[in-house]
């Protein structure tokens, strides 16, 4: 004997659930293209602003790399490598 009853359904006429047509499926494929579409188009507007933009107008003096050992050193070519004079 059932412990559970639900009043006003009869097991015998339950209705079986139908199988998804084929614009369920386009509308949800539809969907998840245009969340797919949002959601990486918003990334990429992030990682776009948050990439600062390269100041050119930054006077040679000020630039905080010109003044270190190791970028100074790399940016010294040996008079051997000129290209210039060889030619």
């Known amino acids: 004997m059932p412990t559970t009853t639900t009043p006003g359904v009869d097991e015998d006429i339950a209705v079986p659930p139908k199988a998804p047509t084929l614009r369920w499926a386009l509308r949800r494929a539809l969907l998840a293209i245009l969340i797919l ?3 990486i188009s918003g990334v990429a507007w992030l ?3 948050s990439i600062d933009p ?3 107008d930054v006077p040679a003096a000020t630039s905080p790399h010109e003044n ?3 970028a100074s050193a790399m940016l010294r070519q040996p008079a051997s490598l000129d290209l210039k004079k060889r030619a």
Request: aromatic share 24%; net charge negative; hydrophobic share 50%.
């Open 37 to 39: 579409f949002f959601s």
């Open 47 to 49: 990682l776009y602003a």
């Open 54 to 56: 390269e100041q050119t």
């Open 68 to 70: 270190a050992p190791a």
